[in-house]
């Protein structure tokens, strides 16, 4: 197996960013077309520059002979519980379709918990779409439990 390096998004790294979560996206007609329209939209480059300003969020490519092939954000969660520890959270986990089944996204995601590890976080979390099952299989594989039932309210 190629190993990934793993870098820092810019934001020339948006466009590829967004494809590839489009690829796996499950949102159906809520999830607008991608097209250069779309792509150079400003609102996606005033997002990355917010996400890119709080030190807590960090967006992740993953490269592979230079070129990227996979894509998540990683925030660290402050809270109460357990004195005061830090969650990590994984957000928008991507790894590009024909990379799938290779042990890429394994490689991706092992070493996210890893930042979160190093960064003082005491657990990992993410929320995966219910009609995602071979995702499901993929994070259970990876030691991630089901343990709580996640809720959304589109505003």
Known sequence: ???????????ADI???LILGHAGDSRGAAT????HSTLTDPRYRAAFDA?????DHRLIVAEQNGEIVGTLQISFIPGLPNFGTKRGMLENVHIRA????????????R???E??????????QLTSNKVRTDAHR?????????????FKLAL
């Not at 197996?1 to 934001?11: E, G, I, K, Q, Y």
């Not at 607008?32 to 097209?35: E, M, S, V």
Request: with cysteine; glycine share 12%.
């Open 1 to 11: 197996m190629t190993s990934l390096t793993f870098r820092d998004a810019t934001p």
């Open 15 to 17: 466009p590829t960013m």
């Open 32 to 35: 607008p077309p991608l097209d």
């Open 51 to 55: 996400i890119t300003a709080n030190p």
């Open 98 to 109: 024909d990379q799938r089944g290779t042990g890429l996204g394994s490689q991706m995601v």
């Open 111 to 113: 070493w996210a918990v």
């Open 115 to 124: 930042v979160c590890r190093a960064g003082g976080c005491d657990m990992v």
């Open 138 to 150: 993929f994070y259970e594989k990876l030691g991630f439990k089901k343990s709580h039932e996640g």
